[in-house]
């Protein structure tokens, strides 16, 4: 069973201090993806990594996925309110479904 | 293009009713999944079609469960007997047979069985 562990699972944070969510396992993924999701709401795609070591930027927020293919990172400089929510990493194995983490509840207070 | 829909978003069912869910994709997406997500936790895999034939069934879909994608386009989803245990957001998603797979999601159906 491939899991995906995310970490922290909570995170109260003040506008403006960065952050960084994990998400973690033992197996290799072919592409992690990471998404947003509001409550009562379907995931959003943020980004889709597929090169180890890769790193993409999408304004104030950085993904990683690492060396190995094993892990991923979320970094957000300069939070806003607006990113409040559930973050989700998802895995793809081969050409399968997804794999997702239980997620990073972010609270970013004004 | 207008993403991917579900309908209704909201069922409310007693126990041992059926329900069915309708999904959408995206009109050039080949690819459609079911996921289900409960409280607190990332959406789980439960099926998933290439074009009209189902390629895949997680062990989470039991006998009560079935999915139909007749003509390639739209899917449904069906809960015989629904269970307590069932209330859940059921979410689908679809994608291309190409590059790196990426899945859009529907707004979900909350499913909430009394």
């Known amino acids: 069973t491939q899991l995906l562990e995310q970490s922290p699972q909570f995170l109260s944070i003040q506008e403006g201090e960065n952050l960084t969510v994990y998400c973690n396992s033992s197996s290799v993924f072919s592409s992690l993806q990471w998404y947003r999701q509001e409550p009562g709401e379907g995931p959003v795609l943020l980004v889709t990594?597929?090169?180890?070591?890769e790193v993409k930027k999408l304004k104030r927020l950085t993904f990683q996925f690492g060396d190995a293919r094993k892990d991923s990172s979320l970094h957000i400089t300069a939070a806003q309110p607006g990113d409040t929510g559930l973050y989700l990493c998802a895995g793809l194995t081969g050409r399968r479904a997804l794999t997702f983490g239980s997620g990073t509840r972010l609270q970013v207070q004004p | 293009d207008t993403g991917v829909s579900q309908d209704p978003r909201h069922k409310i069912t007693k126990r041992g009713q059926n329900v069915t869910f309708r999904c959408d994709p995206i009109?050039?997406?080949?690819?459609l999944y079911w996921y289900r997500q409960t409280l607190g936790q990332g959406p789980e895999f439960l099926t998933y079609?290439?074009?009209?034939?189902?390629?895949?069934k997680s062990r989470l879909l039991s006998d009560r469960f079935s999915a139909e994608r007749p003509k390639g386009s739209f899917s449904t989803l069906e809960i015989q007997r629904t269970e307590q245990g069932d209330s859940a957001m059921y979410l689908c998603a679809s994608s291309l047979v190409t590059g790196d797979y990426e899945q859009y999601f529907g707004p979900g159906t909350r499913l909430t069985v009394t």
């Open positions: 079609f290439q074009n009209e034939a189902q390629l895949e």
């Open positions: 990594v597929v090169t180890g070591g």
């Open positions: 009109s050039e997406h080949n690819r």
